[in-house]
């Protein structure tokens, strides 16, 4: 029972290498400009919502007066 389940990791970590060498990685640069792409829509997105929170927090504050 033991050797079986021994069996079976040894296929599933082959399984995985073979996968893994078939993966088209992303080159340095490309994974650089990515992340910076998702860094500024992120930072301009919370802005805008950080922006449109404060507004409607003070019209409420200002209509419950």
Known sequence: MVFKN???IKTFLTEV???LSKVAWSSR???I???????T??????AFI???DLT?????ASLLK
Request: charged fraction near 15%; aromatic fraction near 4%; proline fraction near 0%.
């Open 29 to 31: 640069q490309e994974l």
């Open 56 to 60: 409607l927090s003070k019209m409420l």
């Open 17 to 19: 290498k073979t996968e």
């Open 6 to 8: 021994f069996q079976k």
């Open 50 to 52: 950080g922006v449109i």
């Open 33 to 39: 400009t990515s992340t910076i792409v998702v860094i």
């Open 41 to 46: 829509v992120t930072a301009i997105i919370t």
